[in-house]
């Protein structure tokens, strides 16, 4: 792929920001997700989605960076993808079991260690990259922590919580409102956060997924009976966080809606919010 200048995009809209923006945002420290109990089988339904890998890496290139660290950076899936188009990779993760399938499969150098407390050097890196991890994280800290070592700036994808809102599960289990929610900070509010952790400037791109392959909390948007895959609800943090009363309540409705066609009607709001808002973003931020 040639050498970007900007942030690349689906063609559905880029936005740059400017520091101009004042809301404050600060993310909870999320609950803890054990990915240790997962991490033998996360391979079965999770890999790379194409339109992030690009978007990753011309972001990634946008940059010039050669050396990178990635955050969260769980079975390498991504890890994969990242030194297979020539970058150097030092691959962390807080999750002995996934690092020690992912030092398996990839040519990384892999760390186990917390976002928040990176065993580098200031100015180790040319830039970090990180895929659906910043929900894991709280922020603005750890953004302060990913300034403190990357030289040219970072490369992360997020869903944020516009994303989340166009997703006809919340009408089903309307516990991701309370529990999944005020994980994901709003777009500004995640442009602000990293602005607090020390960056100058972010650009955001929205991203659509391909829908091959990769099982993401968002993959049933397009295919509701996954949703009664008690796996694919297993290898997905946001389903892990409901109560398990609440996915039966939500699961049972469902089923009755799809068996007397009242799920397209429930369901098309929700699409067409989506149209505008993607399933997730990328920001770039120096």
């Known amino acids: 792929m040639p050498e ?8 559905r809209g880029c936005i740059v920001l400017s520091k101009q923006i004042v809301e404050f945002f600060t993310v909870p420290v999320p609950t803890s997700i054990n990915y240790g109990q997962v991490a033998s089988s ?16 011309d972001g990634l290139r946008s940059l010039r960076a050669r050396c990178i660290l990635e955050i969260g950076a769980g079975t390498g899936n991504y ?22 399938i992912g030092a398996q499969k990839t ?16 100015r180790s890196v040319d830039a970090i990259a990180g895929v659906n991890v910043l929900h894991h994280l709280a922020l603005p800290a750890a953004l302060a922590e990913f300034r403190r070592v990357a030289r040219g700036g970072a490369v992360l994808q997020a869903v944020v919580r516009e994303n989340l809102e166009t997703l006809w599960y919340r009408h089903y289990f309307p516990e991701i409102d309370d529990v999944l929610l ?15 952790g020390g960056f100058r400037r972010v650009a955001a791109a929205k991203i659509f997924y391909s829908g091959r392959g990769d099982m993401t909390f968002e993959a ?14 297993a290898s997905t ?26 799920f397209a009607r429930i369901a098309a709001p929700f699409d067409a919010a989506h149209i505008a808002a993607a399933d997730c973003v990328l920001i770039t931020a120096r």
């Open 4 to 11: 970007v200048g900007r942030l690349p995009h689906s063609g």
């Open 42 to 57: 996360y391979d079965l339904s999770r890999c790379v989605e194409p339109a992030i890998a690009v978007a990753l890496i």
């Open 79 to 100: 890890t994969g993808a990242l030194t297979a188009s020539g970058l150097s990779v030092v691959a962390v993760d807080r999750s002995p079991s996934m690092v020690k």
């Open 107 to 122: 040519m990384a150098r892999w760390t186990i260690a917390d976002a928040s407390a990176l065993p580098l050097r200031a």
């Open 182 to 196: 005020p994980l994901h900070p709003t777009l500004g509010g995640l442009i602000t956060a990293m602005f607090q």
């Open 220 to 233: 049933a948007r397009t295919r509701p009976h996954l949703l009664f895959d008690s796996s694919f609800r």
């Open 237 to 262: 943090s946001g389903f892990r966080r409901l109560e398990s009363v609440g996915i039966a309540r939500g699961l049972a409705e469902l089923e009755h809606d799809l068996d007397s066609g009242a």
